[in-house]
């Protein structure tokens, strides 16, 4: 039973233009959400989090937005730049209860 | 800088050896887990601890064991290991009761031959 699902294995972005990239989830009790980076080798960076009171929360060049009627979250990047290239994990989590993550989407930025 | 640590980095090692894999943290974190990763797959859970004494098995069978005897220390051991142990074991952890993710460790990659 996958409570955090990531269905883009895979992304492919021109540098300098946005990055989207979703996460669904089907526990309407999680009431925070992260996304992490991780490069090959490397263990998993915190990127950016969002409350569930939220729907929106932005650091920077990145931005999660929280749909929670549609339970479903996006992450996105602008500009793009090739640094960025990596896999991307979206975890949920409820209280003091394990995390939950997605399978990762591996974003390439192209030249 | 790290605030938790894992070693070795990378690791080769025959069928049947035993080992271990270390992991530490400096931030009194009361929660500790290991996930296992193959490349392009999902991280998989295979132990917690929630203090020490504390252990317990994740959402992926293991046939590691682990132990927390200290807070600091959650060391990860393979009585036997076969190629199929081959993959990334990643060390995190979080402070019990936090809304805040985890901070994990630079991992293992583990190739057994």
């Known amino acids: 039973d996958q409570q955090v699902k990531q269905n883009s294995p895979s992304l492919s972005v021109q540098e300098g233009r946005i990055s989207i990239l979703n996460c669904d989830y089907t526990?309407?009790?999680?009431?925070?959400f992260l996304w992490y980076k991780k490069y090959p080798a490397e263990g998993p960076t915190f990127l950016i989090s969002?409350?569930?009171?939220?729907d929106k929360n932005e650091d920077g060049r990145f931005t999660v937005f929280l749909n929670k009627s549609a339970k479903h979250l996006s992450l996105h990047i602008v500009p793009s730049q090739p640094g960025d290239s990596a896999v991307y994990f979206c975890a949920a989590g409820r209280g003091a209860q394990k995390l939950v993550f997605g399978q990762g989407t591996r974003l390439t930025i192209n030249p | 800088e790290a605030d938790i640590y894992q070693t070795p980095r990378y690791l080769v090692i025959g069928t049947g050896k035993k080992i271990t894999l270390e992991c530490s943290q400096t931030m009194g974190h009361d929660k500790m887990y290991w996930y296992q990763q193959d490349p392009g797959m999902e991280l998989h859970l295979i132990h917690y601890?929630?203090?020490?004494?504390?252990?317990e098995k994740g959402d992926l069978s293991s046939e590691s064991t682990v132990s927390r005897i200290r807070t600091e220390h959650f060391p990860l051991t393979l009585e036997s290991a076969r190629p199929s142990h081959t993959s990334q074991y990643l060390c995190?952890?979080?402070?019990?009761?936090?809304?805040?993710?985890?901070?994990f460790g630079s991992g293992t990659r583990l190739t057994v031959v």
């Open positions: 995190a952890s979080t402070q019990a009761g936090t809304s805040y993710g985890y901070t």
């Open positions: 969002i409350s569930s009171i939220k």
């Open positions: 526990n309407s009790m999680f009431d925070y």
């Open positions: 601890s929630y203090g020490v004494n504390s252990t």
